[in-house]
């Protein structure tokens, strides 16, 4: 892990990072905010997913070549952290109930579109809900919030899942190599869920997100201990 430093007007905010390595070798860093909240660092181009203004100084860091918003609750979507973050030239890309409260400034997105960013990037959307009894009206799937894949120009594939539980979109996905599953109940995927969608994916790497800040702790030792073997499991502070 390292830590990445943006220093603007003798501020230098700080954020855990990780490096790994794309298809083709290349360098690819994510950097943690808290909950959703991260980005992806591809050479100099920068994509947020889910900014939220709590969560990190956005107006410090580098602006946005895309921002990605999965849907439209205040822990994803705020406006004022999405204006700090893009300019003129960036790209806003959503689903269709946050669209709304954009006023035709970006890309709207429902699950199975796809788009392409500059540098031969292809996002796709894919449906993310809720499908156990009683939980259903958290993320419904009738208001088609969504998750994304982001394909690179190496042909490297990261997914981000959403709000979402396990469900028979997710478990079709192939060809993933790196997924960011959300891991908090009762409003995302229990443990059980995020085993059964990573032995589904068998993405070489995946990190647990939106997890905490809820009564039921996830338990990410068990995660730990029953991926092992199956993928490269890499647990940051999201809380």
Known sequence: MSIFSIFTGGKSPKYPTDTVLDREGNKLTFTFFKHASLSISIGERHIYNDPVSEYAEYALLPKADAVLITHSHYDHFDRAAVDDI???????IC??????????????MTPGI???????IEIEAVAAYNTTEGHTDFHPKEREDCGY???LDSGTRIYIAGDTEL?????????????????????????????EAVKAIRPKIFYPYHYGEVEEKTDIERLK????????????PME
């Not at 893009?86 to 806003?92: A, F, G, M, N, Q």
């Not at 796809?114 to 031969?120: R, V, Y």
């Not at 079709?172 to 959300?182: E, H, N």
């Open 167 to 195: 469900t028979p979109e997710m478990m079709a996905l192939t060809d993933i190599d790196i997924a960011f599953l959300p891991v908090n109940q009762p409003y995302t995927m229990t443990v059980e869920q995020a085993i």
């Open 95 to 108: 689903d269709k109930t946050t669209a709304e409260a954009l006023d035709g400034e970006a890309v709207v």
């Open 149 to 151: 894949i982001i394909t």
């Open 114 to 120: 796809k788009t392409k960013l500059e540098g031969n």
């Open 86 to 92: 893009t300019t003129r030239h960036s790209t806003i």
């Open 225 to 236: 201990r029953e991926l092992e073997g199956i993928t490269d499991i890499r647990v940051f």
